[in-house]
Nanobody
């Protein structure tokens, strides 16, 4: 069973920075067959795409709202586990929400489409105060 564990959330003032990490383990396919992404959900809103990266960590994708402020990276830890991080700079109050890490089989679906992700972590809270 694939497990995704997020860490790094917290409370920060506007303009500050946070780094989120997600460690994935238990892949039955090779690590290089999985790409990973981040989505966030604010109270009363749907889960929205934030950033994603392809399986070999070379092609990032960002939502327009975070492009230029967030940076995603990823690397393999072993044959069946991987880690990705998202560096979040110049944070804004509208970045507040629960951030979820997801895993998607490379080549199936689209990195920005929530329903194409097969596995999710439990989420980590990010709160940006004004």
């Amino acid at each position: 069973q694939v497990q995704l564990v997020e860490s790094g959330g917290g409370l920060v003032q506007a303009g500050g920075s946070l780094r989120l990490s997600c460690t994935a383990s238990g892949y039955s396919y090779r690590v290089k067959d999985w790409s990973m992404g981040w989505f966030r959900q604010a109270p009363g809103k749907e889960r929205e795409f934030v950033a994603a990266i392809n399986a070999n960590g070379t092609i990032p994708y960002y939502s327009d709202s975070v492009k230029g402020r967030f940076t995603i990276s990823a690397f393999a830890i072993s044959r069946d586990s991987a880690k990705n991080t998202v560096q979040m700079d110049r944070l804004k109050p509208e970045d507040t929400g629960v951030y979820f890490c997801g895993a998607r089989l490379e080549g199936l679906g689209l990195p920005r489409r929530r329903d194409d992700y097969s596995y999710w972590g439990q989420g980590t809270q990010v709160t940006v105060s004004s």
